[in-house]
């Protein structure tokens, strides 16, 4: 069987799989539609949560932005975790304890406020948006690339799967398909990585064998990459502080995890269990689930990158011909995210540090052919030898494809590879269906519900629910195919403005009595036009930049990723001042916030 | 609010400040702020650092999260008897 067939064989088994699920966990009511009527186990719901967190970025970009940062990668890998602590400490047993359907509704009752429920549901709508047009294109990618189908076609399918167990089944069909999503996507992610790991170390733990010596003899696997790196006039792989100052990493690394913290497609998952202590329970187990799949991530990234190096400078470190570059090679190039461009005309491909094209990225000339077939480009770089590195850089590597490139690049068999593609697609579909849910919530509950149409039956609400799944599914779909170019940029902004307007305001509902709506408004307000508008100063989304996205621009050094921590502690501070000089809450605001703390029931 | 809710909630705050020092402690400090400092030692082929950031700090995370649910399960579990003791007398 080619690696075609094989791959539309596993991806539509989990398919099969995905949509029984679906008609078996149909949602009846409202209650089950939004939160799966509060039975979910906590385990179960740590793993539907882990498959809800870890989207297309996490399953195929993170590995990928480690292999390139080396240590400046652990901002991510700390981030995207540290907000777990965050979640189970401070939000997810009070808001459960608080027992209603949704983040918005915990705002607009805590404060009083339908203006602060609805600001809140826009933000909401907004952040979840800006994700799910990226999970679509992951989906896309994935298609296009293992089954060789176009975009749009990948599209299509992915919405279909989405569409059926999103709109049939609501969170109770989410949750338990999310379990089934984890259980393909962690074993794709680990089945590689324990291969290559045993390849290149002898250690089938990935944890352990980036720590390990190499299985050739040549000392520790860690030494010898930042060796092999500095060889070619790179950093080293573990010095850190080379790409991102010290204060930007510790910026970035807050703002992701507050911003993890007050993203609300997961703080929702806390809304379906049982009991108080069982969101505590689900937040543990999630990142138990969430960690396998983190603490194998820096493995792949560090075997990735000397895997990609032995093969690409070959074993004499002088380059391969093109001629006899295995064949993930030229399959990457076609789909652009690989390009190679001969400098110095000696046939061979050689990878060190420089720009091999203007500007960084290949520009193709359209799909013209050189030599043996490759692809010709429309930008080559001059051809500079970088400062300590031993010829020109010839190759672009797009970041995205080292964990879609792992296994073909380390020779593993097909089935891995159509595993990885099963994963991927995982990976993708879970988050937007979690995100989707949040959207036609806000949409039904706290937009519709309680603004325009008060006195909505529990079925009509449902219905509205699911037309609403059904639009946003629509515009998703449209986003993906159609990615407005800053698309890119805003996923800064989803980080961003769950840290310095969502993740604030609840925390101080929970954490003060004193704290009233004129002081959260002012404070949410203030925390999300600092954001945003720092950001669209340096990233320029709808309009051009005003200056240039460099450190000796930034305030304090700090980048756009990271502006989330600066916009929530001006958050905090406006919201503790204005609240000094305005009137307490009323009695009954002040009760409601002592109900939720107390374990009783 | 009761003594007794107070108490329980002073209790929590003071468990959950302990546990979100820990938290900073092993990935702000270890991970980042004194990370050159501590990848002059290593643990096996990692520099302590270094491991700190891509590996230690996401266990401890993991470590910190049960511990806190084990001693604030305690501490609910206390404040259910003082009240149940209470009612009844």
């Not at chain 1, 918005?104 to 009752?109: L, V, Y």
């Not at chain 1, 905090?572 to 916030?593: C, D, G, H, M, Y």
């Not at chain 2, 092993?26 to 302590?48: A, D, M, R, T, W």
């Amino acid at each position: 069987m080619s690696l075609q067939d094989l791959t539309a064989v596993v991806v539509g088994f989990t398919f099969v799989v995905y949509i029984g699920i679906a008609f078996w966990a149909r949602a009846n009511s409202t209650s089950e539609f939004y939160i799966a009527g509060k039975h979910v186990p906590p385990v179960a719901n740590g793993m539907a949560t882990a498959a809800d967190w870890m989207s297309a970025a996490s399953f195929i970009s993170m590995a990928g932005l480690i292999a390139f940062l080396g240590y400046e990668g652990s901002m991510y890998l700390m981030g995207w975790t540290g907000g777990y602590v965050l979640l189970a400490m401070l939000l997810a047993p009070y808001l459960r304890k608080f027992g209603k359907f949704t983040v918005p509704e915990f705002i607009g009752e805590r404060y009083d406020s339908d203006l602060a429920r609805f600001v809140a549901a826009l933000c909401l709508i907004f952040i979840s948006f800006t994700y799910v047009a990226g999970q679509m294109r992951g989906v896309g990618i994935v298609f296009s690339r293992f089954l060789e189908v176009k975009i749009e076609v990948g599209l299509a399918v992915g919405m279909c799967i989405v569409f059926i167990y999103a709109v049939l089944g609501g969170m109770k069909g989410i949750t338990y398909t999310q379990v089934a999503q984890y259980c393909v996507l962690i074993f794709a992610y680990t089945v590689p990585a324990v291969f290559i790991s045993m390849q290149l170390t002898g250690n089938p733990v990935p944890q352990l064998a980036l720590g390990s010596t190499m299985a050739d003899g040549s000392g520790y696997l860690l030494l010898k990459l930042d060796q092999v790196l500095m060889d070619l006039g790179f950093n080293a792989y573990t010095h850190p502080f080379n790409d991102s100052s010290m204060i930007n990493m510790l910026a970035i690394t807050f703002a992701l995890m507050a911003g993890t913290a007050g993203l609300p497609h997961v703080i929702v998952r806390f809304f379906t269990v049982p009991r108080v202590e069982d969101a505590r329970r689900s937040a543990a187990w999630a990142l138990v689930f969430i960690a396998l799949l983190y603490t194998v991530a820096p493995a792949v990234g560090g075997l990735a990158r000397l895997n990609l190096i032995a093969t690409v400078n070959g074993p004499d470190g002088t380059g391969t011909a093109y001629e006899t570059m295995p064949n993930w090679f030229r399959t990457w190039e076609n789909s652009g995210l690989i390009a190679w461009h001969d400098h110095n005309h000696d046939g061979k491909i050689q990878h060190a540090a420089g720009r091999a094209f203007a500007g960084g990225k290949p520009v193709f000339d359209r799909d013209a052919r050189g030599e043996s077939g490759r692809r010709l480009v429309t930008n080559p770089g001059p051809g500079d030898v970088a400062e300590g590195a031993p010829f020109a850089n010839e190759v672009y590597v797009d970041r995205d494809i080292m964990v879609l490139a792992n296994p073909e690049i380390a020779g593993l068999p097909d089935w891995v590879i159509a595993l990885i593609a099963a994963g991927g697609i995982a990976a993708a579909l879970s988050t937007a269906a979690g995100l989707l849910l949040v959207i036609s919530v806000a949409v039904s509950h706290d937009i519709l519900k309680s603004t325009f149409a008060k006195n909505l039956s529990d079925r009509q609400e449902l219905t509205a629910g699911r037309i609403a799944a059904a639009v946003s599914i629509a515009i998703a779909g449209y986003l993906g195919s159609n990615p407005p170019a800053f698309v890119a940029q805003v996923v800064a902004f989803a980080f961003g403005l769950a840290a310095s307007s969502l993740f604030p305001v609840i925390l101080l509902g929970i954490f003060s009595t004193r704290m009233n709506k004129w002081g959260a408004v002012a404070g949410m307000l203030t925390g999300l036009i600092f954001t945003m508008g720092y950001i669209i100063y340096f990233k320029g989304v709808f309009i051009a930049p005003m200056a240039e996205n460099v450190p000796a621009n930034w305030f304090l050094g700090i980048s756009p990723e990271g502006i989330g921590t600066v916009g929530m502690v001006l958050n905090l501070t406006v919201a503790l001042t204005v609240s000094q000089f305005t009137a307490p809450p009323p009695a009954k605001i002040r009760a409601l916030v002592e109900r939720i703390r107390l374990p009783e029931a | 609010m009761s003594t007794r809710s107070n108490a329980y909630w002073k209790a929590n705050l003071r468990l959950i400040a302990l546990c979100l020092t820990l938290w900073g402690a092993v990935s702000y400090g270890c991970g980042i702020l004194f990370v050159e400092q501590l990848n002059h030692f290593s643990l096996g082929g990692y520099k302590l650092g270094f491991w700190f950031a891509q590996q230690g700090a996401m266990y401890a995370f993991v470590a910190l999260i049960f511990f806190y649910n084990w001693r604030v399960t305690k501490l609910d579990q206390r404040y259910r008897a003082e009240r149940d003791t209470r009612d009844g007398a």
